[in-house]
């Protein structure tokens, strides 16, 4: 890379109407001495992606920079000076080689780590910027809330309004600052029109109507002396009608900016509990009967002195008439002010007679219902959707086959709900080339069903395990496969090296650290849950337990149910906790699995006993084929402290160290059947296993 620019006075900005106004350039070049038809024919297409900022870009406005190659064997890059703001990390590689005597092309789609080279974009990177160093204060944290539950405590008769008690449940983290007091906004509010979207993100609070909080006191400060615990004191409620209530944590008195709450883009809105007050239900009560009476009788006194008026106004007959032709035409008046919208198209919805299912072949068994292999004909719209180079190129396939996981119709409402959580949650992860991604959907009609990437072999633990069958028959039949295969003594694509399994560690950390950037946590990762594809390409796949955590260094609190219990973290077992870092837990168990070909881990622990074993400081040992330093890894991840354990980052980067050290003649596997860990029924039979995703 050529040496960066300074940055003159003044200082980089963008306009209101995001118009870059200064600029940094950025120059790269490549030589080709070794090519026997010279420099000049070869043609060289480079790939330059961003991988992640780490403060995200909420204008949503902002264009990303363009790397256009305009002169020969130069890459060119206008990288907009708010990118060095965001702190911005890219990775490039030779995407396509063509040589123009041989009328050839080489296209690199899945290049090796090795060749992958990265760009840091911050103000420590960049000479002579002119970044300013200020305290920064933590702003609230808005709706980070488990639920809600709310009571009727008074009611006002002269504008026959409800005041509410409202209890709230927060989320509390160990490693964040803690909350001083709550402050609540609510306002009139309308429904999602999709499950997945009342999931995620509650009802749509159209309109403030006031604010309240639950502190009773404060000091000079701003900081809370006395307050009512978890619960606040709502008025101007009506019965029968829908409002919306979000709960903002104040961390510090001095920052106190807000989110838009009405913010029409769900991606930056915090969530909106519901509350709804239904007067059949309050109807029912010992305290509603009493409103009851006592409105009847204001009702009839009401009606005694209507009747008194209109007896002794009748001769004004004609002028009430005319007041109420008025009142009509005001009515249709009103009634002409409001037209219906015709409804938002979904750019993720197909129509079901574009995706052909053969039913003959089921790919496998998921957690609502079965997957089957199809074929999109005509391509999907999703494409418009991606901000990635190499996600636009996967939706814009035509006539492609993919995988299709069906629910079936018979489901319950608990299962369609989850599935639709699923589906919505998949739309806003985005596209990344180590997940098993979205590419369309049919939620319109019966039976629902969720389109994905197909991958031809199937998950990564029946992949190991095949192979370490294969390769233990080989060495009972004394063939050595260490050596090239002589006259096919053996199927060279059964045998996996040292090296292979590195690369697919590499793969799959770098997907779960493209997850752990986005705020998500998979909670269920596992061989299982990876799915290979083309023998040498790994994708993360089912997203049913993964969930969104809204917020950095975040948990989130499962209800219990069934979870992989050898692969979570004790903070997991014990508490239902889960985090990135319990992701990194279990990613060291997944390692174990890839080194030991698919191998059982802790085979000697029952379920009941997992916990005391690991409190008391038990660790699976070093298996046979591993490396000290790969070894090391894995006891990085399985650290009791959360907050000790490496992040996804730091993992690849030693993984992919490890990876650049192993040559192929040192690669061999070595399979000692009186192990444990290999101690897996492997019956002749082919079995169902889940297809995940």
């Known amino acids: 890379m050529s040496d960066p620019y300074t940055v003159n006075s ?51 406005g902002v264009p990303l920079p363009e790397f256009v190659g305009t002169l020969p064997n130069t890459l060119v890059g206008r990288l907009g000076s708010d990118m060095m703001y965001r702190k911005c990390r890219f990775v490039y590689y030779a995407q396509s080689i063509s040589s123009r005597r041989c009328a050839t092309q080489t296209e690199i789609r899945t290049p090796p780590t090795q060749d992958l080279q990265t760009l840091a974009i911050n103000c420590d990177t960049v000479e002579g910027n002119p970044c300013v160093r200020v305290d920064i204060y933590q702003a609230p944290i808005c709706g980070q809330i488990n ?147 006592v409105i009847g009788a204001i009702a009839l006194l009401i009606f005694a002195i209507i009747g008194i008026c209109c007896y002794i106004n009748r001769k004004q007959k004609q002028e009430n008439k005319l007041y109420q032709l008025k009142l009509a035409q005001l009515e249709r008046q009103k009634e002409c002010r409001y037209a219906d919208l015709p409804k938002m198209h979904d750019i993720w919805e197909i129509e079901r007679r574009n995706l052909i299912i053969f039913d003959e072949f089921k790919l496998g068994s998921g957690a609502f219902g079965a997957v089957y292999l199809g074929k999109l004909l005509g391509k999907s719209l999703a494409h418009k959707d991606s901000i990635s180079p190499l996600g636009v190129n996967l939706m814009r396939a035509e006539n492609c086959q993919v995988a299709v996981k069906m629910l079936p119709e018979y489901a319950d409402e608990m299962s369609r709900s989850d599935f639709l959580r699923e589906i919505g949650l998949m739309k806003i992860l985005g596209y990344h080339e180590r997940l098993v991604n979205m590419i369309a959907c049919i939620t319109e009609s019966e039976p629902l069903c969720l389109i994905v990437e197909y991958c031809s072999d199937g998950d990564l633990l029946r992949f190991l395990r095949e192979r370490c069958k294969y390769m233990m028959k080989l060495d009972a039949a004394g063939v050595n496969y260490h050596e090239p295969p002589i006259d096919n003594s053996y199927d060279i694509e059964m045998v996996i090296t040292l090296k292979q399994l590195l690369m697919f560690a590499v793969q799959v950390s770098y997907g779960l650290e493209y997850l752990s950037s986005k705020g998500f946590v998979h909670r269920d990762v596992a061989a299982r849950n990876v799915l290979v594809h083309g023998k040498n390409a790994c994708k993360i796949g089912d997203f049913g337990l993964c969930r969104n955590l809204y917020a950095d260094n975040s948990l989130y609190k499962s209800k219990g149910g069934r979870l992989p219990l050898k692969w979570m973290s004790p903070e997991a077992i014990r508490h239902y906790e889960f985090s990135a870092q319990s992701d990194v837990w279990a990613f060291g168990v997944l390692l174990f699995e890839i080194i030991t070909l698919g191998g059982s881990p802790y085979p000697s622990v029952s379920p009941e006993e997992m916990l005391p074993f690991l409190e008391n400081g038990g660790r699976m040992e070093r298996p046979d084929n591993c490396p000290e330093n790969f070894y090391e890894v894995m006891c990085e991840c399985w650290t009791v402290d959360p907050r000790l354990r490496p992040d996804f980052s730091a993992i690849r980067q030693k993984l992919a160290s490890l990876l650049e050290e192993i040559t192929e003649e040192y690669s061999y596997l070595t399979l000692d059947a009186q192990k444990d860990y290999y101690n897996v029924q492997y019956g002749d039979q082919k079995v169902t296993v889940k297809y995940g995703y």
């Open 10 to 60: 003044p200082q980089p900005r963008v306009s209101a109407k995001l118009q870059l106004l200064h600029m940094v350039y950025l120059v790269s070049w490549f030589h080709l001495r070794t090519w026997p038809l010279g420099e000049k024919d070869l043609d060289v297409v480079p790939m330059f992606h961003l991988i992640t900022c780490a403060e995200p870009d909420l204008s949503q």
């Open 147 to 293: 639920d809600i539950d709310y009571t009727v405590r008074l009611i006002s008769l002269k504008y026959y309004s409800l005041s509410l008690n409202v209890t709230f449940d927060p989320i509390v983290r160990d490693n964040e600052m803690p909350t001083i007091y709550y402050q609540a906004y609510y306002g009139e509010a309308l429904p999602y029109s999709r499950k997945e979207e009342e999931a995620l993100a509650g009802v749509n609070m159209t309109r403030v109507l006031g604010s309240t909080t639950n502190c009773l006191q404060f000091d000079q400060n701003g900081f809370c002396l006395h307050n009512t615990g978890n619960s606040v004191n709502v008025s101007g409620i009506h019965y029968d009608k829908l409002y919306g209530i979000t709960f903002c944590a104040v961390k510090d008195p001095r920052n106190l900016t807000l989110p838009n709450l009405t913010e029409s883009s769900r991606s930056v809105r915090p969530r909106a509990n519901k509350i709804y007050v239904n007067f059949a239900d309050q109807a029912n009560s010992k305290t509603a009967m009493i409103i009851g009476i």
